[in-house]
């Protein structure tokens, strides 16, 4: 008995779906540590269709060949990326305009389950996990010199699948099975993989953060306190926004009550001398007398 189809609405439009079986043999099977089924779509005239799974490498390929960075904006060019992912999963040209809703969903794993890492940083992608940590300031100065070409008329671009793939390698301390190339992935577990990797790099966004980008007296009002208790503190900025705001008072009020003291035992009997050492509160004195 055959089974029955899924159903999936996107953008108001009903499309049926069957899974069926793949072998690793057949062209466009999933890559290392995918997994994933192959999956046909009944189109508008009863017919289904295959499509094959797209390849990690390929879906990075497709996102930065539609993808602008226009000032601080980013424009995604929508209907040709989709068109340009139906191509590559070998539906026909002339189902593209029918087909068009279902291809965010298809390159996307809309037909797999979302996954985030554990406590311990590991994903788990199909039959592989990686383990993942946030990169570093100088993995990603390095990774924005890596993917900036300077065009000739003085202008420069970013090239998008460069950035990502140097910020996946930065953030992949590990891999298990080891020696596997997450580049092979399909799209699907890649999705996932790239969704996890720039959640973690890009994490911590706060509405401080959102402050300081309007230069007024409050954001450098906000700069001065936070970067005065790092220095006093050892913290890190995003430390001094978590603090209670009634703590932070406290801390302030502290610093101005030491504000200037340069030794627990400056007083005034000291004049302009410059302290010795065993004028601190801590110092130990040993004192030596002839016999």
């Not at 699907?188 to 959640?199: I, N």
Request: charged share 20%.
């Amino acid at each position: 008995m055959e089974a029955q189809p899924h159903s999936v609405e996107i953008d108001g439009r009903s499309f049926a779906l069957w899974v069926v079986p793949q072998t690793a043999s057949e062209p466009g099977a999933a890559g290392p540590g995918s997994g994933a089924p192959a999956w046909e779509v009944q189109t508008a005239s009863g017919e289904r269709i295959g499509l094959r799974p797209l390849g990690f490498a390929v879906y990075l390929e497709l996102l930065e060949a539609h993808l602008r960075v226009v000032g601080k904006d980013l424009r995604f060019e929508r209907d040709a990326f989709c068109a340009a992912v139906l191509s590559a999963v070998g539906v026909s040209p002339a189902l593209h305009d029918e087909l068009t809703p279902l291809a965010l969903w298809w390159a996307t794993g809309g037909h797999s389950r979302a996954v985030i890492a554990d406590c311990h940083g590991w994903l788990q992608l199909g039959t592989l996990r990686v383990q993942l940590r946030p990169w570093g300031l100088a993995e990603r100065s390095a990774a924005q010199r890596a993917s900036v070409v300077a065009h000739g008329d003085g202008k420069s671009e970013l090239q998008l699948g460069q950035y990502w793939r140097r910020m996946i390698a930065a953030a992949v301390v590990a891999v298990e099975p080891p020696d596997q190339d997450l580049m092979a992935l399909g799209s699907v577990d890649g999705a996932k993989l790239l969704s996890a990797v720039t959640a973690l790099c890009c994490a911590g966004q706060s509405a401080a953060d959102s402050l300081l980008s309007v230069p007024d007296a409050s954001t450098k009002e906000l700069a001065r306190t936070t970067l005065r208790l790092c220095q006093a503190l050892g913290w890190t900025p995003s430390q001094v926004w978590a603090t209670p705001a009634a703590e932070v008072d406290r801390l302030l009020t502290l610093l101005d009550c030491v504000a200037g003291i340069t030794g627990p035992k400056l007083v005034a009997d000291l004049g302009t001398k410059k302290p010795r050492l065993s004028d601190y509160a801590d110092a130990v004195t040993i004192r030596v007398e002839d016999a």
